[in-house]
């Protein structure tokens, strides 16, 4: 199993930037993929961006551009900068990690973005 804790969620306002990052403790060997999702208010969860084992990066056409998923294996930690931040991009931001034996979630961080 891993485990997965996000942070770095705030109140930002429109045009600013966040780095949320999710660090992974567990069998993170296993790990194949790890993603970044949201769940806009009243909305479903929706993916935003990945990264592979093999550092293939694939991201959200609404987020090109704009976001950018990295990381650092030293740190056991995946990393999602956020730029040129829009109202809609408020939402509650998740990370998971694809393991051969089930997709593991983190608890979710915050983003708010003011107009």
């Known amino acids: 199993q891993v485990q997965l804790v996000e942070s770095g969620g705030g109140l930002v306002q429109a045009g600013g930037s966040l780095r949320l990052s999710c660090a992974a403790s567990g069998s993170i060997f296993s790990i194949n993929a790890q993603s970044w999702y949201r769940q806009p208010p009243g909305k479903q969860r929706e993916f935003v961006a990945s990264?592979?084992?093999?550092?293939?990066?694939y991201y959200a056409p609404s987020v090109k551009g704009r976001f950018a998923i990295s990381r650092d294996n030293a740190k056991n930690t995946v990393y999602l900068q956020l730029n040129s931040l829009e109202p809609e991009d408020t939402a509650v931001y998740y990370c998971?990690?694809?393991?051969?034996?089930?997709?593991?979630w983190g608890q979710g961080t915050q983003v708010n973005v003011s107009s």
């Open positions: 990264i592979t084992s093999g550092g293939g990066l």
């Open positions: 998971n990690a694809n393991l051969p034996n089930g997709i593991f």
